[in-house]
């Protein structure tokens, strides 16, 4: 078996995939770090129905009252 260089057009192929898989590997970082972050601050998340929701507003809140004697 005689070993052979690779023709100019595969080290070409090479280095655009290699560009193409670091550009997807960070997309996929991003998309991590920021499911992450978002999970860490899960108190204040909604859901995607895109809609309001008072009972997880930290603004809305009414001061609890205290009973009378």
Do not use: C
């Not at 078996?1 to 080290?11: G, K, R, S, Y």
């Amino acid at each position: 078996m005689a070993i052979h260089q690779d023709h100019e057009l595969h080290t070409r192929r090479w280095s655009r995939n290699l560009g193409v898989g670091l550009t997807l590997a960070a997309f996929i970082a991003l998309v991590f770090g920021l499911t992450v972050v978002k999970v860490q601050n899960g108190s204040l998340m909604q859901g995607a129905d895109h809609t309001y929701r008072s009972e997880i507003d930290p603004a809305n809140q009414m001061p609890v009252a205290e009973p009378e004697q």
